[in-house]
């Protein structure tokens, strides 16, 4: 018999994070525009790294799509912490500077969360300075780490009541697993969060209505970590050698399996990433016009 009749056809619903991105804009271009006054972003890139210089000018083909003027500082490879550092603070200080984001990478031997914690929380529309992660806690969201505001955003777009729901987050890093854990919780939501000790973490899973993959192991979550009709999640990020030998993109949920239980997924490319653009985007609105 032909596998391909054999084989259950896709049920899940997607999480178009493109359009859900595009909504999202659509309201900034509304409140920019009904703010009356300017709304800028300024980002600091350090050195010549070919894919963060495409990063920042997409992104300021994005701001100014939305109506944000976009001031990108540049300092050479050669700069040094202090060199960093004293940008920084000298950005915190000036008065047109509402809004605030380094690129990364930084240099070799330049410490990223060190740079990072002094930008002014204030500005911190990546949500990186810890006081903004730790603000998370008492229900802050309007700066926080914005790939994981954009998680949320997306499971709720789904309409599920998170109250009292089980949910499992694999992975746990400072900026993305610990955020989305968090932010579930402050939804009332009873959460697992989820690291390479875990034991028997597919059966742990497939216990849960909503699985967020944060872990950076390509296709690791498999139809059989899921519950049926569950919200999955993919905020994983992978390039892969595909059949051919030439390198794809793949998140940390194999897409093509888990669509035939979930109830919701998320693609890669198409998901978290377009939404983690728009979080940004938000974040640099509210912190201008605050």
């Not at 006081?131 to 499971?155: D, F, K, Q």
Request: net charge neutral.
């Amino acid at each position: 018999m032909d596998a391909a009749r054999t084989t259950p056809a896709a049920t899940a619903r997607i999480i178009d994070g493109r359009a859900l991105s595009e909504a999202v804009r659509d309201g900034l271009r509304r409140r920019i525009a009904a703010a009356g006054r300017p709304v800028r972003l300024d980002a600091l890139l350090v050195g010549d790294d070919r894919a963060a210089g495409i990063y920042a000018a997409n992104q300021g083909r994005t701001c100014e799509e939305v109506g944000i003027r976009y001031v990108l500082h540049r300092l050479p490879a050669s700069a040094g912490y202090d060199d960093i550092a004293g940008r920084v603070l000298l950005l915190n200080t000036d008065d047109d500077v509402r809004a605030l984001m380094v690129h990364m990478p930084l240099p070799e031997g330049i410490d990223a969360e060190r740079i990072q914690s002094l930008i002014d929380p204030d500005k911190d529309v990546e949500g990186v300075n810890p006081a903004n992660i730790g603000n998370v806690v008492y229900g802050r969201r309007s700066l926080v780490p914005c790939t994981a505001l954009a998680a949320l955003e997306m499971i709720e777009h789904t309409g599920i009541d998170l109250r009292g729901k089980r949910c499992a987050v694999i992975g746990a890093s400072n900026i993305v697993g610990k955020p989305i854990a968090v932010l579930l919780m402050r939804e009332e939501a009873t959460v697992h969060s989820t690291n390479k000790f875990t034991p028997d973490l597919p059966r742990l899973t497939r216990e849960c209505d909503v699985v967020v993959a944060a872990c950076g192991v390509p296709q690791l979550v498999k139809a059989d970590w899921v519950k049926p009709g569950a919200v999955v999640v993919d905020v994983g990020i992978n390039r892969i050698a595909g059949p051919d030998g030439a390198k794809i993109t793949v998140g940390d949920v194999d897409f093509a399996e888990v669509s035939r239980v979930a109830g919701w997924v998320s693609p890669v490319p198409g998901g978290v990433g377009p939404m983690t653009v728009a979080m940004l985007l938000r974040n640099v609105v509210d912190a201008a016009l605050r």
